[in-house]
Structures are given as structure tokens and as C-alpha cells.
């Protein structure tokens, strides 16, 4: 009886310190739609939550407030845009009242538009686990 006891409890413990990893330091999504030849529909990728920062050109990161969308960054803080004729620079802080060190813009690529994404809305860096072969 004490053996099953110990065998539940270990169990228990296990499953919670599971479940504590998948919440906060790494989740796994599945691709929704092609994003690249890399990044096909159904594809499963993990998402490393402690790589929220200092993210560079071509990195793959999963965003959004309610629905987690996947894209690849595709212009930093700095960098500037040009739409027809006009040219826009993504600053560095998102206003000077702000206290944050790191309240940074990315421009993010998804399957269907290209979004101008602020810092805190990015869940981590994206790592492909499997490949669908179809």
C-alpha cells in the first residue's frame, strides 16, 4: 500500500512538473498555413518561451493576444520601410514615456500580411520538431 502511494505522489509530481514546462518554458504549435518552404501547413513547431528577446532577421516567432499567429521577423528596430513612396523608420522604444528597456517594434511576416508587431506580444522563438512529408 505504501509502494502505490509513493508510485501516486511521484506520479503526481511528475505530471505537474510536466505540465509547469509546457506552460511556461516550452509549447509546441502546429503550423496553420505555408509560411515558407520551411514552414508548411501542419508542420509541428516548439516554441522556446525564454527566447523573448534579441531576436534577429529571418527568425521564426509565434505572436498575437489571443489566437497565436507563426511569422518569421523580417525587419528590426531601425530598420526602414518603404511603401510606394513613403518611408517609415521602426523606432527603437515605442515612445519616450516609456520606462522599458526592451518595448521594441518587429516587422513579422505571416502567410498573409505583414504586421508591425510590438515586443511583449511575441511568445518566444519557433523551432520546426517534424516535417510533414506531404
Not at 500500500?1 to 509530481?13: P, T, Y
Not at 530598420?79 to 518611408?87: A, C, K, Q, V
Request: proline residues 5%; positive net charge.
Amino acid at each position: 500500500m505504501r509502494n502505490a502511494l509513493k508510485f501516486v505522489l511521484a506520479l503526481i509530481v511528475a505530471l505537474a512538473l510536466m505540465l509547469a514546462v509546457r506552460a511556461f518554458i516550452f509549447t509546441v504549435y502546429t503550423v496553420p498555413a505555408d509560411l515558407s518552404k520551411d514552414f508548411r501547413k501542419g508542420d509541428r513547431v516548439m516554441v522556446n518561451r525564454l527566447l523573448r528577446t534579441h531576436f534577429n532577421r529571418g527568425d521564426v516567432v509565434i505572436f498575437g493576444d489571443s489566437i497565436p499567429l507563426l511569422g518569421r521577423i523580417k525587419a528590426l528596430p531601425g530598420d526602414t520601410l518603404s511603401i510606394g513612396r513613403d518611408r517609415y523608420l521602426i523606432p527603437y522604444r515605442c515612445c519616450d514615456r516609456c520606462p522599458c528597456p526592451d518595448c521594441h517594434f518587429y516587422l513579422v511576416k505571416t502567410d498573409t500580411a505583414e504586421l508591425l508587431v510590438h515586443q511583449f506580444q511575441i511568445e518566444g522563438k519557433a523551432f520546426r520538431l517534424f516535417h510533414l512529408p506531404w
